[in-house]
């Protein structure tokens, strides 16, 4: 088990709603991502945080947003949902931004918009 | 452009025997590569990483994989399954700099079977 825990487990929303998901990192560490994994696919690189400022972004509309705290927390917000956001999503905590760094996964949250 | 190909989609071995999961990549600099694994219902755990050290890589859990550059290739091999590897396995290619994060791209995953 790693230290990253996510909330909520399971979510179901209805298209057009707006959705925030929560990401808790582990400790000591500063760097949050976020990543979508559709059904029967590898996830998704969305976008990453550090020390609360966007540090890149995947290819993924505006109405996909987030947010990290100063305890390093994470949301990830998804405004105007489509029946295509349906996913995992997973954040993922680590010590620096550097990608030779082993990043910390939680066990995501399963979205369903219907 | 960076990118993953993991050539099986679906692999099924029996337990004892060996397991080799197959990852070509394409990558514009010299990469850094990764295998996750990620079990039922839960998140994923990192098995192993290169990152232009030693070309012989082993993880955990007695999995190893080998950079090939002149092949593009880092396969995942096992010397004998257990039934506790049942699982999706990622190959993950990323952008070395290490400073444009979206350029972490995942495989689109080989699910592992182990038949007892």
């Known amino acids: 088990e790693t230290g990253v825990t996510q909330s909520p487990t399971h979510l179901i929303k209805t298209r057009g709603q707006q959705v925030t998901l929560r990401c808790s990192s582990q400790?000591?560490?500063?760097?949050v991502s976020w990543y979508q994994q559709a059904l029967g696919q590898g996830p998704q690189f969305i976008f990453q945080?550090?020390?609360?400022?966007?540090?890149g972004r995947g290819n993924f509309p505006p109405r996909f947003s987030g947010l990290q705290f100063p305890n390093y927390s994470s949301e990830l917000n998804v405004n105007a949902l489509e029946l295509d956001d349906s996913a995992l999503y997973l954040c993922a905590s680590s010590p620096t931004t550097g990608m030779n760094t082993e990043a910390f996964f939680g066990q995501g949250t399963r979205l369903t918009v219907v | 452009a960076q990118s993953v190909t993991q050539l099986d989609s679906h692999v099924s071995v029996s337990e004892g025997t060996p397991v080799l999961l197959r990852c070509n990549y394409s990558s514009s600099y010299s990469p850094s590569l990764f295998w996750y694994v990620q079990h039922p219902n839960k998140g994923l755990q990192l098995l192993l990483k290169y990152t232009s050290a030693a070309t012989l890589v082993k993880g955990i859990n007695g999995f190893e994989a080998e950079f090939k550059k002149s092949e593009t290739s880092f396969h995942l091999t096992k010397p004998s399954a257990h039934m506790s590897d049942a699982a999706e396995y990622f190959c993950v290619v990323s952008d070395p700099s290490g400073t444009s994060y979206d350029k972490v791209i995942f495989g689109p995953g080989t699910s592992l079977s182990v038949i007892p």
């Open positions: 945080y550090y020390r609360e400022e966007e540090n």
């Open positions: 400790s000591g560490h500063n760097t």
